[in-house]
């Protein structure tokens, strides 16, 4: 079984900062997947950023230039760097972790960004 740990959401103001931070624990493999993903209410759930253990990034198109992900394989962790903050990115987000055709989700923490 694999646990996510979330923590880093929080409120902000338009244009401010916040990182997130998850680490997994329990049974993880070497070769896997860690991203981020959100879900603002009233719509779906939608990949913001991935990262593969062997450090290929995938960023959605409407956070490009702003967001930055990474992760440390030594502590299983992934984070997500979130810079120019606007509205529109208030939402849940969730950590997710894909390894052998399986995913495992974080419980989500909420990042909401003021006008």
């Known amino acids: 079984q694999v646990q996510l740990v979330e923590s880093g959401g929080g409120l902000v103001q338009a244009g401010g900062s916040l990182r997130l931070s998850c680490t997994a624990s329990g049974r993880i493999f070497n070769i896997n997947t860690m991203g981020w993903y959100r879900q603002a209410p009233g719509k779906q759930r939608e990949l913001v950023a991935a990262i593969t253990s062997g450090g290929t990034t995938n960023y959605a198109d409407s956070v490009k230039d702003r967001f930055t992900i990474s992760r440390d394989n030594g502590k299983n962790t992934v984070y997500l760097q979130m810079n120019s903050l606007n509205p529109e990115d208030t939402a849940v987000y969730y950590c997710?972790?894909?390894?052998?055709?399986?995913?495992?989700w974080g419980q989500g923490t909420q990042v909401t960004v003021s006008s």
């Open positions: 997710n972790l894909a390894q052998r055709f399986i995913n495992y």
